[in-house]
């Protein structure tokens, strides 16, 4: 069956300090991987996507996302977090063999940042 | 630029009453439409999906029904709801021509008391 899995339901992290989050597909065809944020009470924004080509996506708000075929993982990194980046973030997979809006997301992953 | 709008951002409806939630994309031409619910502490559930005016899809059985009377406009109604149909509702498009990625609207709370 397709799954996705963010192991990290919430995560504390320090502002300055790097964040790393986390998240795993099982699909049976070529995956499309996205990320997205969620602000309390707000829609969510794209972040990054991945479809083909460099395995190291780059995004907004200085996110970047790695593409690991191997491990089918497509974690979330930044390497400095703001206090703007307490939200809480979700992981989505899509196939070619699906109707591109028919994600399917993880439970996501809320980030509190601490001063 | 394509936008999308969806509204009301909040509502508060008692048991058995009904439900209609809008939603209107600018700025394309047939497009994807989707309605996603986020229960709390929960993920999102694809509701419909539409890929044309009167092409609904339902993804799960429920008490919620969709519909599209034009290109750009989505509507997620009920006619009686239940307590548990609670929840934010999120409307979404994709450019249907090339797929690519989906953009989500501001949400819709929705409690049922």
Known sequence: AQSVTQPDIHITVSEGASLELRCNYSYGATPYLFWYVQSPGQGLQLLLKYFSGDTLVQGIKGFEAEFKRSQSSFNLRKPSVHWSDAAEYFCAVGTQTDSWGKLQFGAGTQVVVTP | SQTIHQWPATLV??????????????????????????????????????????????EVPQNLSASRPQDRQFILSSKKLLLSDSGFYLCAWSNGISGNTIYFGEGSWLTVV
Request: hydrophobic fraction near 35%.
């Open chain 2, 13 to 58: 409806q008692p048991v058995g009453s009904p439900l209609s939630l809008e939603c209107t994309v600018e700025g394309t031409s047939n497009p994807n439409l989707y309605w996603y619910r986020q229960a709390a502490g929960r993920g999102l559930q694809l509701l419909f999906y539409s890929v044309g005016i009167g092409q609904i899809s339902s």
